[in-house]
């Protein structure tokens, strides 16, 4: 079977079938049409699908679960077909995962979840860690629930407050958003909802400091989850390779020039 690595929104879909169960590993590209950076898609057909509101897909209903996943199902209204997206890099024959429960629930809801509606117990990465890493997790996971649960970015009118204040430290915001990627990380956590919270405000903040490498590579962080969540980059790759051509670069830095 043909294994290959697969980056943020890489074609994803080969199967290998063992007892009785379906399991997906990254596979080649299955269209041409499919970039290398954009999805599996999952044509729908009357034989595939029922044409409402309730549809089982063939492919799609037997990726295996982690409550670390590392890709997500997407609907692409647009075509009528299912997407299965990577949610971060996945290496040369690792197996692709969905989460079948919320993510940011703690260990025992998200056991007790699985049990009631699937039947097992969860072994994944997250739930093997040992009681006390599970407790740490469990708060983690509260506090960044309550940031992504509200869509809490910084909004633009801070920023440019942060940006033209000679008083304000330079670092006052960088703080914040480095701390909630710490906690992401940690948790492997990869949601874009998640992330593109903190990304987009990265790179405007580093675009204000006049970091160039940052702002680049915050972009490139926009790009690929503003993909897995919606099929385009939304003009993040653009901003990726010329930062300094955006009204945010060197705002910070012209504050206390005057």
């Known amino acids: 079977m043909t294994k290959l690595s697969a980056s943020y ?12 169960t379906t399991r997906h590993t990254v596979g080649p590209a299955q269209s041409s049409r499919v970039s290398t950076t954009g999805a599996c898609t999952f044509k729908t057909s009357r034989n595939q699908i029922w044409l409402s509101t309730r ?6 209903c ?10 997500l199902f997407r ?26 429960v919320p993510e940011l629930e703690g260990y025992s809801s998200r056991q007790e979840r699985l049990r009631d509606a699937y039947g097992f117990t969860c072994t994944c990465e997250l739930c093997a860690r040992p009681a006390p890493a599970r407790a740490l997790s469990d708060g983690l996971r509260a506090q960044l629930e309550g940031v992504t649960s509200h869509s809490d970015e910084l909004p633009d009118a801070r920023l440019w407050a ?6 304000a430290r330079d670092d006052a915001l960088l703080g914040a958003l480095e701390k909630q990627v710490a906690m992401m990380q940690q948790e492997l956590y990869v949601r874009p909802e ?16 006049g970091n160039a490498v940052a702002a680049r590579r915050w972009a490139v962080c926009a790009a690929s989850y503003t993909r897995a969540a919606t099929g385009t980059d939304g003009g993040w790759e653009a901003v990726a390779r ?9 705002v910070r830095i012209k504050a206390g020039a005057r």
Request: glycine share 8%.
């Open 9 to 20: 929104g890489q074609t994803i879909g080969e199967s290998a079938r063992s007892q009785g």
């Open 55 to 60: 549809v089982p897909f063939t492919h799609t």
């Open 62 to 71: 037997t990726y295996i679960h982690s409550c670390a996943p590392n890709a």
């Open 75 to 100: 609907w692409n209204e647009e075509m009528f077909a299912a997407e299965v997206r990577a949610l971060r890099p996945i290496k040369r024959g690792e197996e692709v995962t969905m989460c079948y």
């Open 162 to 167: 942060w940006a033209r204040d000679v008083r």
């Open 194 to 209: 998640g992330w593109l919270t903190v990304a987009r405000a990265l790179v405007k903040t580093h675009c204000a400091l």
């Open 242 to 250: 010329n930062p300094e051509q955006t009204v945010w670069w060197g």
